[in-house]
């Protein structure tokens, strides 16, 4: 255990989804008291038909991805500053449902200056190939909260996107990462070896190579746990290496 309390910020409706999310959250010891709640949205619902085999066979999803505004954001913004005055770091990892305007960017990006606490952004924008949210959102996260944040930690298809460079990124580990912004830079699934999965952490003075063992039926979200171990490990003052080790070491998920 690393020892952390959790405050989460994000977006529901007034329905009976957001009740057992909160309940959820109770189970899990995580303060949800930073939940804001918009009646124009439902609170985001997936389902999914799985086979034994673990093969997808229908989604449906239940959400609204409007970009919040007016007293919707101001009410984010404030649950923001309230809870950010006791944090230690502050963890950016939206799935683009709408919650981070751009005024919800700056107002982690400056309550984290007030208190001179790490903003880690893990910039959720696509993989595979493709880009999982409109282009100008995509952009406006790059220009617009990427060179704020304290540390980042996107996919090898988000670091070459978000550079306009190879997706190569061992051919110049230092010079994609370096041009995105904040130090550190930690790529995850910056390469594939025999030897398993290769995570890249690059600052203005170093940088760490970590290879992991390749795993099977590993499920979605894993680079969010990713984010929120390194950001733990860092806090209980590990160094980057350290962290990065222990974040893709033995029995954590790849």
Do not use: M
Not at 37 to 53: G, I
Not at 140 to 148: Q, S, T, Y
Not at 165 to 186: H, K, N
């Amino acid at each position: 255990k690393l020892g952390g309390r959790v405050q989460v910020i994000g977006l529901v409706g007034a329905d009976s989804d957001a009740d057992r999310l909160r309940r959820d959250f109770d189970a899990l010891s995580v303060d949800a008291g930073g939940l804001v709640v918009d009646p124009e949205r439902c609170t985001t619902r997936k389902l999914r038909v799985v086979t034994t085999r673990n093969q997808q066979v229908a989604r449906v999803d239940y959400e609204r991805d409007a970009e919040i505004a007016g007293s919707i954001e101001q009410a984010a913004v404030a649950k923001i500053d309230e809870l950010a005055a006791s944090a230690d770091a502050i963890l950016v990892s939206d799935y683009l449902k709408g919650l981070v305007s751009r005024g919800v960017a700056r107002a982690c990006v400056d309550a984290g200056r007030r208190r001179t606490i790490p903003v880690l952004v893990d910039p959720i924008l696509g993989d595979a190939g493709r880009l999982y949210v409109a282009e100008p959102t995509a952009a406006a996260i790059r220009d617009g909260l990427l060179p704020l944040a304290t540390i980042a930690t996107p996919n090898l298809f988000e670091l070459a996107w978000l550079t306009g460079s190879s997706s190569d990124a061992l051919t110049d580990p230092a010079g994609a990462p370096r041009r995105l912004g904040p130090p550190p830079v930690v790529v995850t699934s910056a390469a594939q070896t025999g030897e398993g999965i290769v995570t890249l952490a690059v600052t203005a003075e170093e940088i760490i190579v970590r290879t992991s063992p390749r795993q099977p039926d590993i499920p979605n979200g894993a680079g969010d746990l990713f984010a929120g171990l390194l950001l733990g490990y860092l806090l209980n003052g590990r160094s980057l290496a350290a962290a990065l080790a222990s974040a893709r070491g033995p029995g954590a998920v790849q």
